[in-house]
């Protein structure tokens, strides 16, 4: 089981529910009870006003954690290096931010932590690709493609993307191919693949997004309860 440590490095991190995270049941990883806190350089040092690997590295290297963990991933709401939504640093120190990213999730009525697990997903099984080494941004440019088809490891070029990798993701026969080759086993595959299919929408919205896309039917469904409704309503009408 691969350990994961999550250090909150902005205000985003009150916004999540940290018990969901916290508490995740995976066959591949567990997170560290406690969500740890950081703070964030006052000034950004790039002309995008975002924080540059160089800075981020700087600053989480000085962080000391008192337990040892595999992957550490550090969550922003700022914007980072070439406006990426992720970036593996040192140490298997890997960078997560909600720039851009929250505000697409609260428009589709998609949970924030859905985020935040579709990236655990991703690199846990780059992880275990690069046989619980050192993973290097070679590893991820690797497998991410630019094509898009809702697979975990989608680059997301327009960021609006990102809801498909939050709601049920798949991963793709190329990027499982890919996979199996680098060691992960097909049963570590496919365990990813059944885990990610709790990542929904709240049940509610998940009811109204289906009504969005199915209008004619939820016209007919409708229809026809109103017709029961009726019989019903004649039925009692005549026993009184
Ligand atoms: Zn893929």
């Known amino acids: 089981m691969v350990q994961v440590r999550i250090v909150g490095m902005g205000n985003v991190v009150s916004e999540l529910n940290s018990i969901q995270i916290t508490?995740?049941?995976?066959?591949?990883?567990?997170?560290?009870?406690?969500?740890?806190?950081?703070?964030?350089?006052?000034?950004?040092?790039?002309?995008?006003?975002?924080?540059?690997?160089?800075?981020?590295?700087?600053?989480?290297?000085?962080?000391?954690?008192?337990?040892?963990?595999d992957i550490t991933f550090f969550i922003l709401d700022a914007p980072i290096e070439e406006n990426y939504l992720t970036r593996i640093l040192s140490e298997n120190r890997i960078v997560v931010t909600y720039y851009n990213v929250k505000q697409v999730l609260q428009k589709e009525n998609i949970p924030l932590e859905n985020y935040l697990l579709s990236c655990i997903y991703t690199y846990v099984l780059l992880f275990l690709a690069r046989k619980n080494?050192?993973?290097?941004?070679?590893?991820?440019e690797d497998i991410f493609h630019d094509y898009f088809e809702g697979c975990l490891f989608d680059m997301c070029g327009n960021k609006s993307e990102v809801i498909y990798k939050?709601?049920?993701?798949?991963?793709?026969e190329q990027c499982r191919a890919y996979l199996i080759s680098k060691g992960v086993t097909k049963d570590d595959v496919n365990i990813a693949v059944k885990e990610q299919k709790k990542l929904k929408r709240i049940l509610y919205y998940r009811i109204v997004h289906w009504l969005k896309i199915h209008p004619y039917l939820a016209f007919f469904i409708s229809c026809f309860i109103a017709f029961l409704l009726n019989i019903f309503a004649n039925y009692f009408t005549r026993l009184f």
């Open 23 to 69: 508490h995740w049941k995976s066959g591949l990883f567990f997170v560290e009870k406690e969500i740890k806190r950081g703070i964030l350089p006052q000034k950004t040092d790039t002309n995008s006003w975002a924080y540059s690997d160089s800075i981020l590295e700087t600053t989480f290297s000085k962080m000391k954690f008192t337990s040892k963990a």
């Open 133 to 140: 080494e050192t993973l290097t941004l070679a590893d991820e």
């Open 166 to 172: 939050c709601v049920q993701p798949i991963i793709c």
